[in-house]
């Protein structure tokens, strides 16, 4: 008996250790994360370290891409563009949240605002252009009125003589297939543009060609586990969200270990060819999936009366010298096998005219241009916005043209 009494007794002094030792330890972790979560607030709102990882690295050459604004003016710029992940949309799977701010504003029917912004729904009495894209149509890193679309805007009035209801529906991650679906829905909802311009290539080959939409199994998985119980289904997405992971994760980026845009493990080096038998076939899957893509809204505009064009965008590692380029070391980041002789390809058809007569050829314009186009690894400064959308105002088919053009009333 007194045996078992020692036992008992040791059983409740190692109880009573272990439950110190666990209460202690979660306390010490709970206040490690509230110091800091709000470590991190207190450095947002005083700016005492530079929060975002590309003014981090690159602040010097991010200012150059917009000269006319101040470091505290630059973060919120960048704050506002890369601060608001994608929500849920119940046809592509994912949007550009609403959100309105000193530099970025998006409204809650799913464009960008713009320069000169028209009312929504379109109105009738003057012609509307939906323009669709990815981050770059969108205009990462660039106030409103420095878009692709807010320059389209001002030039198609300049050159036609009427005011255009121009409608930014550029959306981060967005390709071919989901603009595709997008326009569908936008006319399944009743708004029909007079012109619809698609500016591609980029995200394309990023995708490589896949027929699942991006956030598939993501979505998949929430659906599926809905109603899971299992700790193991929403445990990854509770650590995730914990402050002090964010914290690593901060660390990481500033270490260089992470790579300052896309907040993945960065490579050491671009091992990846740029031109290979795999590279080849990646592009020639791409380009087939964006064919068939464009086939759909080609007869969906002919169904509803909407002229089209298809716009193939620049992009810093076609026909750019990377000497002025100084965000050149995340090429690897974004370079997928298939781009450059995906690009290729796509110039060769354009030349032999195969490319079809609503097709814009822009991914050459940077040829010889010796000066710093982008203000990070791939979106464009204000500058190279507005020469993309004179490119593509130049390239318009004839029949766009018109459709934009004042009537001079005659007799």
């Not at 800091?36 to 929060?51: C, K």
């Not at 106030?143 to 930014?168: K, M, P």
């Amino acid at each position: 008996l007194m045996r078992v009494a020692t036992m008992i007794r040791r059983l409740e002094q190692a109880g009573a250790t272990v439950s110190v030792v666990v209460t202690v330890t979660v306390i010490l972790f709970v206040t490690a994360n509230l110091l800091v979560q709000a470590a991190y607030e207190a450095a947002i709102r005083t700016d005492l370290i530079e929060t975002n990882p590309f003014l981090r690295k690159y602040g010097d050459a991010v200012q150059k891409a917009h000269p006319d604004m101040d470091r505290a003016a630059l973060n919120a710029l960048l704050r506002e563009t890369w601060g608001h992940p994608a929500v849920y949309d119940p046809v592509v799977q994912f949007k550009e949240p609403a959100r309105e701010g000193a530099y970025v504003n998006v409204d809650v029917a799913g464009f960008r605002r713009g320069l000169r912004q028209a009312a929504w729904p379109p109105q009738d009495d003057r012609p509307s252009v939906f323009i669709f894209g990815g981050s770059t149509t969108f205009g990462y890193n660039v106030r409103d009125e420095e878009t692709l679309a807010s320059h389209f805007q001002d030039l198609s009035e300049a050159a036609f003589g009427r005011e255009v209801q121009v409608y930014n529906f550029g959306r981060g991650n967005y390709a071919s297939s989901a603009e595709m679906l997008l326009f569908l829905r936008l006319l399944f909802e009743g708004h029909r543009p007079e012109v619809a311009v698609f500016v591609d290539g980029l995200n394309e080959f990023q995708h490589g060609g896949s027929r699942d939409l991006l956030q598939s199994n993501d979505l998949r998985r929430l659906y599926d586990n809905y109603y899971s119980n299992d700790l193991a289904d929403q445990l990854p997405r509770i650590v995730a969200a914990l402050p002090i992971m964010k914290a690593i994760n901060w660390l990481m980026t500033t270490l260089g270990l992470h790579h300052p845009d896309t907040g993945v493990p960065a490579p050491a080096s671009d091992s990846r060819p740029a031109e290979s038998e795999a590279g080849r076939s990646s592009a020639d899957v791409t380009l087939e999936l964006y064919g068939q893509n464009r086939r759909i809204v080609q007869a969906l505009s002919g169904e509803f009366g909407v002229k089209t064009a298809f716009v193939w965008q620049p992009i810093p590692f076609y026909r750019y010298d990377l000497t002025y380029h100084p965000f050149r070391d995340t090429v690897p980041i974004w370079r997928s096998p298939g781009h450059v002789p995906g690009y290729r390809k796509v110039e060769a058809l354009h030349e032999a005219q195969g490319m079809g007569a609503d097709f814009v050829w822009c991914a050459g314009m940077q040829d010889g241009v010796k000066e710093q186009l982008y203000t990070d690894s791939v979106h464009y400064t204000n500058l190279m916005n507005r020469r993309v959308a004179q490119c593509i105002l130049d390239g318009l088919p004839d029949g766009i043209k018109h459709t934009l053009r004042a009537q001079v009333p005659t007799g």
